[in-house]
């Protein structure tokens, strides 16, 4: 009789077994479905994975219109966008924001502490000065020190009670280094409250995943070879993280053989040297990790490196001047065909 019941309980135990690992294959069959946009300057990808295709279709339909917001909220080239006319408003009243807007400058101020100043969205009369995009040559060093002087966090005032903000005459700010971040952050959230579990959204230098993929296998983020456009240098594979690379090749020029890129040192007002892009992987949020990716990037190496190391919940891959890659403790034999070297 015990010896029935424990052919009866191994024979059940087997077929649930059996079971399991056909749900899981059929699972790992499933396709993704992927819709791409032109949004925010760059190709916005987002990938789901949902048996049902028209409640997918219809959540990423809405997600990319939340990007759309993002991108009307905080666009600098836009002079009708929210962020435009708070900068209009320098050395005027307080201006009352949207939670949006709000949201970016808040973490972007508290980071510019966390990072000793490196990341600084007051550095927008900078950053139009250097036009890049526009300008093929630098401009004149007295023109960058009279900027400079227009640049510093205390030119920013927030009121957290009645979300408005007031910037010093001629100031202003620019979300670039955040805004892609947040619009993948709050593409996330949507997907999310569509039901969505596994999902991944991408601006190409940031991007967020969401649950595993199915039959739990993990999300590759290729990372971009910083001199070789469509090359990868490497593949991550992630669970549910945000992943932000900073690059001097994303916005440039070339004059006398020196490369004059947009990521700006807000001390000096030149663009930071020594670093060609930094990448950074983490369990905070996308909008972190883009601000993280830039603000390590002015770090510079060794320094960037060593503030990685010291948070627990970020790693990250910072590749020198010199071509060298250098991985931090917990990145190091994760990624497939990682040269040391990319020149
Ligand atoms: P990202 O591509 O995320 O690294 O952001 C770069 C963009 O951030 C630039 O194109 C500028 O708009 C802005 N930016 C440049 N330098 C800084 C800085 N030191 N702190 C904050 N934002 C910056
Ligand atoms: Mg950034």
């Known amino acids: ?87 209009r408003e320098a050395g005027n009243e307080p201006v009352k924001v949207s939670p949006d807007l709000f949201k970016m400058i808040e973490v972007s101020l508290n980071y510019n502490r966390v990072l000793d100043g490196a990341f600084d969205i007051s550095i927008l009369p900078l950053v139009d000065l250097w036009s890049f995009g526009k300008r093929k040559d630098p401009p004149r060093k007295s023109d960058i020190l009279s900027k400079l002087s227009l640049v510093g966090i205390e030119k920013v005032k927030i009121n957290s009670q009645d979300h408005t903000v007031s910037l010093a005459p001629n100031t202003g700010l620019d979300l670039g280094g955040i805004s892609k971040g947040y619009a993948v952050d ?17 601006t190409g230098s940031t991007t967020r995943t969401l649950g595993q993929k199915p039959g739990g296998q993990l999300w590759q983020v290729g990372i971009q070879h910083p001199r070789t456009p469509d090359k990868l240098i490497g593949i991550v594979n992630v669970g549910q993280k945000s992943i932000s690379t900073s690059g001097d090749y ?66 990250g891959i ?26």
């Open 186 to 202: 709050r593409a996330i959230e949507i997907l999310k409250g569509e039901g969505i579990n596994s999902a991944l959204v991408t």
């Open 1 to 87: 009789m015990r010896k029935n019941l424990k052919t009866i309980i191994g024979i059940s135990v087997l077929g649930l077994v059996l079971v399991l690992l056909t749900l899981k294959f059929l699972d790992s069959s499933l396709k993704p479905i992927t819709k791409e946009k032109i949004l925010l300057d760059t190709l916005v990808t987002i990938k789901v994975y949902e048996k049902n295709q028209k409640r997918a279709s219809q959540a990423i339909n809405k997600a990319f219109k939340e990007i759309e917001i993002i991108e009307r909220t905080a666009n600098n080239f836009d002079s009708k966008s929210d962020l435009s006319k708070l900068n």
């Open 318 to 343: 910072i590749i020198t001047s010199d071509g060298r890659v250098h991985l931090s403790r917990g990145m190091q034999g994760k990624i497939k065909d990682m040269p040391n070297k990319i020149f």
């Open 250 to 315: 994303q916005r440039f020029f070339i004059k006398d053989g020196r490369r004059y890129h947009h990521i700006l040192h807000p001390k000096t007002g030149y663009p930071v040297e020594g670093i060609i892009s930094v990448t950074v992987i983490t369990d905070r949020s996308c909008a972190e990790a883009d601000v993280l990716s830039t603000g390590i990037f002015v770090l510079g190496y060794p320094q960037g490196m060593e503030f990685i190391e010291k948070a627990l919940d970020i790693e």
